[in-house]
């Protein structure tokens, strides 16, 4: 089955912390996104990548980094810069003009 | 900039009918819809380009309003299973990152 595979589901951390979120795609898309999401504030781009080992920062960038080595590999970094990561983190990639997301991590920082 | 959706949230009965409105400040190039479950990853219902005709997905239709900058999202004899939120997303031009709003929540009673 095609699809985009996110893990964990949920995820704790300490403060402090840096953690990874895990974002795998076998639908042969070019590009990928990281959203977040918050009650009430609807889907924020943090960054995307239209190619292999190119990325672009979204509109809340500051606290994530990303890497895309490889065309079905997209993980993101929350670092212990990122000063309220508690939120649920949705992974999509995209085949022309639509998008297609995968389930979701909804990271916990205690 | 991030598009305005209205209203924040609506509540029907089974059967009624339910609009929600996505405007932009910016000229568009594409308004797309989605539908999110609680928890649940957005699911894509329909894209609108700049130029092309209204779109329908069974009761669900669409319509974009290129020189306002707007798009309708109509929900015909809402169904239970129409309950959620719904995101507008809009592109101001082609492979262009796509911005959401903050979302309109549903809810259908039986």
């Known amino acids: 089955d095609g699809g985009i595979t996110q893990s964990p589901k949920y995820l704790f951390r300490k403060e402090g912390q840096n953690v990874t979120l895990s974002c795998e795609q076998n639908?042969?898309?070019?590009?990928m996104y990281w959203y977040r999401q918050d009650p009430g504030q609807g889907l924020r781009l943090i960054y995307y990548?239209?190619?292999?080992?190119?990325?672009q920062k979204g509109d809340i960038a500051e606290g994530y980094s990303v890497s895309r080595e490889k065309k079905e590999s997209f993980p993101l970094t929350v670092t212990s810069a990122q000063k309220n990561p508690t939120a649920f983190y949705l992974c999509?990639?995209?085949?022309?003009?639509?998008?297609?997301f995968g389930p979701g991590t909804r990271l916990t920082v205690l | 900039q991030q598009p305005v959706q209205s209203p924040q949230a609506v509540i029907l009965r089974e059967g009624e009918d339910a609009v929600i409105n996505c405007s932009s400040s910016?000229?568009?190039?594409?308004v797309h819809w989605y539908r999110q479950k609680h928890g649940e990853a957005p699911v894509f219902l329909m894209i609108?380009?700049?130029?092309?005709e209204q779109k329908g997905h069974e009761k669900i239709s669409a319509s974009f309003n290129e020189k306002k900058q707007q798009s309708s999202l109509y929900l015909t004899a809402s169904q239970l299973s129409y309950s959620g939120t719904y995101f507008c997303?809009?592109?101001?031009?082609?492979?262009?990152?796509?911005?959401f709003g903050k979302g309109t929540r549903l809810h259908i009673l039986p």
């Open positions: 999509a990639s995209s085949w022309y003009d639509t998008q297609y």
């Open positions: 639908l042969n898309h070019d590009a």
């Open positions: 609108l380009l700049k130029g092309g």
């Open positions: 910016k000229a568009l190039y594409s």
């Open positions: 997303g809009t592109e101001t031009a082609r492979d262009d990152k796509i911005i």
């Open positions: 990548s239209q190619i292999v080992n190119d990325f």
